[in-house]
């Protein structure tokens, strides 16, 4: 990582303020998004720098929202091995409609994520699917930790303590769309593994190691909402979460050569389609 040096300036004036803010112009940190995203330093030799929309290191207790186009290409990155990606997506255009886990293991008749999966809504629409895969260690049973679990586990779960809840950062990050409690469903996890054994026990399968991704490729223009905090099952006993890196692509192309031909994810697909063509017809005759 190269942080650019700088002249330490007086911030006791204005002016002094001022010198010193414009002199970290073109830092670069560990705790920050990089504009342009074409200057990003640690683009994976696959990911085309010059279409990149976004690019973001979130360090551990962090979060990260914004809003990205239909065509966009997700990768979440595990930068070594501890991060825990909580995510959550609702329709930039109708954010009533939103990921319903519930739907997103029962529709591919899968609990368990992976490359083809599609993240689906409750209207029966895809709202992303999965690309790229190099962890499997993800999570859709146990949702998001809570401000009462990490008080009891940690000691403290507000979102700017020491181990901040999951739930309390997608409580900040969807205040910044105009969304409240109520819009926050059950959520999805990358880079901390949960599997069902015979008699229904939840188990944590930890991490698949660092500098191991997953992308999504996203249908409909998508509010993405991402916690990276400690999961429910974690069994550290201390909060220890590493970062996590966000680039987002043009990848539009990419929706004509989907991975999946399983006929409920076509159906689904087809109801996603439509939408968007109804919607795009529409706006053409205004």
């Known amino acids: 990582m190269h942080l650019s040096s700088h002249t330490s300036f007086a911030t006791s004036s204005t002016e002094g303020a001022k010198a010193h803010a414009r002199a970290q112009a073109g830092d670069v940190t560990d705790s920050m998004p990089v504009l342009p995203a074409s200057r990003w330093p640690w683009a994976p030799s696959d990911v085309p720098v010059d279409k990149l929309v976004w690019a973001e290191t979130v360090p551990g207790g962090r979060y990260t929202n914004n809003v990205f186009a239909r065509g966009t290409r997700l990768r979440f ?22 990921l319903n886990v519930a739907d997103t293991r029962k529709v591919p008749w899968q609990a368990y994520l992976g490359s083809g999966h599609p993240l689906l809504s409750d209207q029966g629409r895809v709202l992303a699917t999965v690309v790229a895969d190099t962890s499997g260690h993800h999570d859709t049973l146990c949702g998001a930790s809570t401000l009462v679990g990490n008080t009891e586990k940690y000691g403290a779960g507000e979102a700017h303590s020491s181990s901040p809840a999951a739930r309390e950062l997608f409580l900040l990050a969807a205040a910044k769309h105009g969304l409240g409690p109520r819009d926050l469903p059950p959520s999805l996890s990358f880079f901390h593994g949960v599997r ?57 192309a990419e929706l004509a050569d989907l991975p999946n031909t399983d006929p409920e994810y076509q159906r689904a697909l087809l109801n996603t389609e439509a939408l968007w063509n109804a919607a795009n017809t529409e706006g053409a005759r205004r």
């Open 77 to 98: 990155i595990d930068v070594d091995g501890t991060a825990c990606v909580h995510l959550l997506l609702h329709r930039a255009d109708a954010p009533w409609e939103r």
């Open 196 to 252: 069902a054994l015979p008699g229904g026990e939840l188990v944590s399968t930890g991490s698949a190691g660092p500098a191991r991704h997953v992308d999504l490729l996203l249908h409909l223009p998508m509010v993405v909402l991402a916690a990276n905090a400690a999961h429910p099952l974690d069994p550290a006993p201390e909060y220890t979460v590493g970062a996590a890196q966000l680039l987002a692509w043009e990848a539009e």
